[in-house]
């Protein structure tokens, strides 16, 4: 009986704790109005100023179009192209072998693990890619 309500009593604490505790689970801006507002505006700019900077930002990288892609090859590539499941791409110009991927070409022993890869990927895309690991 006693564990029971120790039980309850924890998790309730802890259910108040998660309801009111200031996190990222929050909206940066939500609830946020008259002097909270003006205080974010001051530090980060409007909300329209910000979206413009994220614009120009993704303008300025070249990569930007790619990221998300490459997000999903660096997980079995390395973030910065080192290798892990498969091998270093940086520094290496990929184009030809991700062609080759993508007509279905054996090139290593896990070549199946590629050809899904590189089946959906555009021949810009492909190029963008290799230009990327050329540079890492
Ligand atoms: C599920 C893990 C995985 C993902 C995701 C993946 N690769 Fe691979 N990649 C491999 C493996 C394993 C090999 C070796 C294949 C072989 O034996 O031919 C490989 C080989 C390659 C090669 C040939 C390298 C060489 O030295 O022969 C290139 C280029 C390549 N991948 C690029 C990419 C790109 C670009 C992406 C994202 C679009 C990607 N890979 C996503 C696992 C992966």
Redesign the pocket.
């Known amino acids: 009986m006693k564990r029971t309500i120790l039980v309850t009593l924890v998790t309730l604490v802890c259910l108040i704790w998660y309801v009111t505790a200031d996190s990222p689970r929050q909206s940066r801006i939500q609830g946020c109005y008259g002097e909270c507002y003006e205080k974010y505006v001051e530090v980060h700019g409007s909300f329209i100023e910000e979206l413009q900077a994220q614009v120009e930002a993704a303008e300025a990288d070249e990569f930007s179009s790619i990221r998300g892609?490459w997000a999903?090859?660096a997980?079995?590539?390395g973030m910065t192209g080192g290798g892990g499941?498969?091998?270093a791409?940086a520094g290496r110009k990929?184009d030809d072998?991700?062609k080759a991927y993508r007509a279905g070409e054996t090139?290593?022993?896990?070549?199946a693990?590629?050809w899904s890869?590189?089946g959906q990927?555009t021949d810009p895309e492909i190029d963008l890619?290799s230009k990327f690991t050329v540079q890492l």
Do not use: D
Not at 107 to 111: D, K, V
């Open positions: 892609l999903g090859c997980a079995c590539h499941i498969g091998p791409l990929i072998m991700l090139r290593g022993a896990q070549s693990l590629m890869q590189a990927l890619l």
